[in-house]
């Protein structure tokens, strides 16, 4: 989901509903494209409230040395 949430920053997303919204959007081949889970076998987006809890765990610092690695 951390990938989601960085293409939708490189796509000028700013702040989990952007993001959110934006993820919302993907159609589910991309969706499988980016390795997101199958439910009820459909590829579907993950909610604001899973992608805002996710970021918040993320260490911006790290975050940022990982993806310059």
């Keep these: 989901m951390t990938i989601l949430a960085a293409a939708a920053t490189l796509c000028?997303?700013?702040g989990y509903k952007?993001?959110?919204e934006w993820v919302d959007d993907?159609?589910?081949r991309?969706?499988?494209r980016f390795l997101v889970r199958c439910r009820d076998g459909q590829h579907r987006p993950p909610t604001?409230?899973?992608i805002r809890s996710l970021l918040i765990c993320v260490?911006?610092?790290q975050l940022d040395?990982?993806?310059r690695g």
Excluded: E, F, H, N
Aim: net charge neutral; no cysteine.
């Design 12 to 14: 000028g997303m700013r």
């Design 18 to 20: 952007a993001i959110s």
């Design 48 to 50: 604001l409230p899973a």
């Design 30 to 32: 991309v969706l499988q």
């Design 26 to 28: 993907l159609s589910p």
């Design 65 to 67: 040395t990982t993806l």
């Design 59 to 61: 260490d911006p610092a």
